[in-house]
């Protein structure tokens, strides 16, 4: 079992940057591949964007490349979404999640390929 504790959430203004974190309570092979879901009210659940942790590979949501940034911490078993340039369509709970290897290389966009769920830290952008 894996633990994902996200944090970094709140409410700016649309252009401002926000960093969100997660950390994972241990590192597994379940959980090499980590990253990152929203969900707005009303809509889908969508993938934000993805890292393996050993490998380095990333996977962005189209409308996100060019602003967000994902990035790890091996040491800290640590994932953190660089958020900038954000707009009112941002806003959304954000979910850590973390899942095998095979998950970031063919299942990035399938949330349940996911293994491992964090509780979500709100992120509300104002126009």
């Known amino acids: 079992q894996v633990d994902l504790v996200e944090s970094g959430g709140g409410s700016v203004q649309a252009g401002g940057s926000l960093r969100l974190s997660c950390v994972a309570s241990?590192?597994?092979?379940?959980?090499?591949?980590m990253g990152w879901f929203r969900q707005a009210p009303g809509k889908k659940r969508e993938v934000v964007a993805t890292?393996?942790?050993?490998?380095?590979?990333?996977y962005y949501l189209d409308s996100v490349k060019g602003r967000f940034t994902i990035s790890q911490d091996n040491a800290k078993n640590t994932v953190y979404l660089q958020m900038n340039s954000l707009q009112p369509d941002d806003t959304a709970m954000y979910y850590c999640?973390?899942?095998?290897?095979?998950?970031?290389?063919?299942?990035?966009?399938?949330?349940?390929?996911?293994?491992?769920w964090g509780q979500g830290t709100q992120v509300t952008v104002s126009s």
């Open positions: 241990s590192y597994t092979q379940s959980s090499d591949c």
């Open positions: 890292i393996s942790m050993r490998g380095r590979n990333t």
């Open positions: 999640v973390a899942g095998s290897p095979i998950t970031c290389r063919y299942y990035s966009n399938d949330d349940s390929a996911f293994n491992y």
